[in-house]
């Protein structure tokens, strides 16, 4: 087998690809809303390619009915979502009201967001409401800019609601659930292409994989690799953690005992620094405070 390199500049997702079609879109939002409109005429894709801020562009946006809809996909949970949609929406009225008069007596419309994120990760994730208050260093009761993330969590099992509305998100999710599995036993590579070549034999995106093979499989390559990167990453920050605290704990617990060798007044500074692993200016430093704390409590009681 060929083996396909990773681009690490390849930033585009299946899922993006997907439902980068007013067809597909509109399909989504009737799963999402309960409705059953029909005509894409109505529904204008403004996706940003590259968002001012942050050098970041968004998986998908419309405009539909008067309403700008942002939406994510995320398969790592990510509680910055609602300042980086902050980001993206900031600079979505920016270009829809690039020709207006700011200044202008004439109030201008603009269309009302709603921000989703689609999680399909692997650790387990509440459904809820997420903030940007929540980011405020300084927390009040009404706070004078809000923005509200729904989180939705696409993985098989969840949110059967939008699958039985929108045969495309639940045939996503298979192909994704079964890369996954895949992946757990033999190399990713071999995985994606499994899951490719059975999603065709039982019509899953059929159409759509015959039509973007290769380019599904740099996606996936990307998007996956990218993922256990994330996982490594937090791992590592993990263990990284409780050594710290390990270390912390043992040089606490040797400031302890050297406090009681100093308190009993039978061990040298030297020896008390060669039993406890501290080094010799701790032992001493520690000795001066103690000194010092003892003088204070005597004047105090004279």
Not at 212 to 227: F, G, I, T
Not at 246 to 274: F, H, N, P, T, V
């Amino acid at each position: 087998m060929t083996e396909l390199k990773v681009n690490r500049q390849y930033k585009d997702r299946v899922f993006r690809m997907i439902f980068n079609s007013r067809e597909k879109l509109l399909e989504l939002y009737n799963a999402m809303n309960g409705t059953d409109y029909e005509n894409v005429e109505e529904l204008e894709i403004v996706t940003l390619e590259n968002a001012v801020y942050l050098a970041m562009k968004n998986d998908l946006a419309y405009v539909f009915h008067d309403e700008l809809f942002l939406y994510e996909q995320q398969s790592s949970k990510n509680k910055n979502m609602p300042l980086r949609c902050l980001f993206y929406v900031s600079d979505s009225y920016s270009r829809m009201v690039r020709n207006e008069n700011l200044y202008g007596s004439r109030q201008i419309q603009i269309p009302a967001p709603t921000f989703v994120v689609f999680y399909n990760g692997k650790d387990p994730v509440e459904e809820r409401e997420v903030l940007l208050s929540e980011a405020y260093t300084r927390k009040t009761q009404k706070p004078n800019l809000e923005l509200r993330v729904k989180v939705r969590n696409i993985n098989l099992g969840n949110s059967e609601e939008i699958y039985k509305k929108s045969r495309t998100m639940h045939d996503y999710m298979i192909f994704v659930d079964k890369t996954r599995r895949y992946s757990e036993n033999r190399p990713l590579e071999a995985a994606i292409d499994q899951a490719v070549e059975e999603c065709i034999r039982e019509d899953v995106l059929r159409d759509f994989l015959l039509r973007n093979k290769a380019e599904v499989k740099k996606m996936c390559l990307y998007e996956y690799d990218e993922e256990r990167q994330r996982r490594w990453d937090r791992e590592e920050g993990r263990e990284e953690g409780r050594e710290e605290g390990r270390e912390e704990g043992r040089e606490e617990k040797g400031m302890d005992i050297a406090r009681m060798m100093l308190q009993k007044g039978c061990y040298s500074e030297e020896e008390i620094a060669e039993l406890t692993g501290l080094e010799l200016e701790e032992v001493i430093r520690l000795g001066e405070s103690m000194k010092q704390s003892t003088e204070a409590e005597e004047e105090g009681h004279s």
